[in-house]
């Protein structure tokens, strides 16, 4: 990698410096090799370190970098293709489910969640949070969080269903009784909480898109997912659909 002068650059330096740094990785960098410190870098390029941060997180963000605790900076292969469609109209865990299940613990959801499920802040209803992760030539590329109310899988017993996994597998399994009448699902980028991130092999606050998705029986909704995906290394598709949710100033539209 050469050095370049960013004095005169129209465009912000870090977005100059952004585009320099991914010509380099195309020529002189192969997929997995450590970048030099951030030192080194600052220092080549003329730049702050605040600068070369700000060029480094955007080539994060659009897939070309990876950091990795107790590694460094990497350059990324390239995104694996994860079909998110909302064609298939399939409970979780039915048929060819990529989703591994890993536990299952009863407590109050998050708020947006609760509202999402129409349940009522502090009211004490019991849901069920499953926990699973995605996985993709054998890394981890998304993990979930599937909330269940106990109303939508009363035959549940904690007989057939003690704790962890198999807990988590009664619960799909009862979903799987009820009739699916369709679901929606909406795509936002988001930043990597720590459980998340840890799961991900992340640092937490890592860009990842997050796909939530809402189960509908009986005319309301009976399970929300909230899917955490590795934004650097997955590209979601939508299969022969194309429906996508936008949202945009608080407005919400159907785009084909």
């Known amino acids: 990698m050469g050095t370049t002068q960013l004095e ?25 090799e450590i970048l030099p410190n951030e030192r080194d870098l600052a220092a080549r390029f003329g730049v ?3 600068t070369l941060r ?12 990876q950091r990795r605790r107790g590694v460094g900076t990497t350059v990324a292969p390239p995104r694996v293709g994860v079909d998110v469609s909302t064609s298939q109209h399939v409970w979780p865990g039915a048929g060819d489910d990529a989703w591994q299940p890993l536990d299952c613990t009863l407590a109050a959801p998050p708020l947006a969640v609760a509202r999402m499920l129409d349940v009522a802040e ?28 106990a109303g939508s899988v009363p035959e549940l017993s904690a007989i057939d269903a003690p704790s962890g996994a198999s807990r988590a597998r009664g619960v799909l399994r009862e979903l799987q009784r009820l ?20 799961e991900l092999d992340r640092l937490p606050g890592a860009p990842v898109l997050v796909v939530t998705t809402r189960y509908l029986a009986g005319g309301e909704t009976v399970a929300v997912s909230v899917a955490t995906y590795r934004a650097d290394t997955c590209r979601l598709t939508f299969g022969d659909s194309g429906d996508l949710e936008i949202s945009h100033q608080g407005e919400e539209r159907q785009a084909s």
């Open 48 to 50: 702050a370190r605040a």
């Open 54 to 65: 700000q060029a480094l997180e955007q080539l994060e963000l659009e897939g070309r970098l």
């Open 8 to 32: 005169t650059a129209p465009e912000p330096k870090y977005w100059h410096l952004k585009t320099v740094l991914s010509d380099a990785l195309d020529s002189d960098f192969a997929v997995g």
């Open 179 to 198: 009739a699916l009448e369709g679901q929606d699902r909406s795509v936002e980028l988001g930043s990597a909480r720590a459980d998340d991130a840890k």
């Open 122 to 149: 502090g009211s004490g209803d019991a849901v069920h949070t499953v926990r699973r992760i995605r996985m993709t030539h054998g890394q981890a590329v998304a993990a979930e969080l599937l909330y269940v109310p």
